[in-house]
């Protein structure tokens, strides 16, 4: 995995994980790999993962099963959908708004293209 500097390596975890998951890579109730496994694949410190699954179980996107491990939640993908499009929204959407203004791309230009 690269990592950008531009977020924090957990952030870029977690957006990882629920890619695995939109992607049903990881499926709901399936065990996620472990806190040492996954740190071990990504080359990081076990902490850092530790931290993503934390934020991921504060967005109920992971549960974890003290004793057993973290296991992906039921109703994951529709939790990681709204979360992100919540994101898009607060921090993608203004900027893309304030390009356009600044370059003077109207709506009709976005639809012509796409």
């Not at 967005?59 to 939640?73: D, H």
């Amino acid at each position: 995995m690269n990592f950008k500097e531009t977020q924090p390596i957990y952030m870029q975890i977690a957006d990882w994980a629920c890619e695995q998951i939109l992607l049903h890579k990881w499926q709901s109730d399936d065990r996620a790999p472990s806190v040492r496994e996954l740190g071990a694949t990504l080359e990081v410190n076990p902490n850092t993962v530790a931290r993503s699954y934390e934020f991921l179980e504060n967005k109920e996107i992971l549960v974890n099963k003290r004793g057993v491990g973290f296991f992906i939640a039921p109703n994951a993908a529709d939790k990681i959908r709204e979360f992100r499009k919540e994101r898009f929204f607060e921090e993608e959407l203004p900027v893309v708004f304030k390009t356009m203004k600044l370059l003077g791309i109207g709506m009709e230009d976005i639809v012509k293209r796409f």
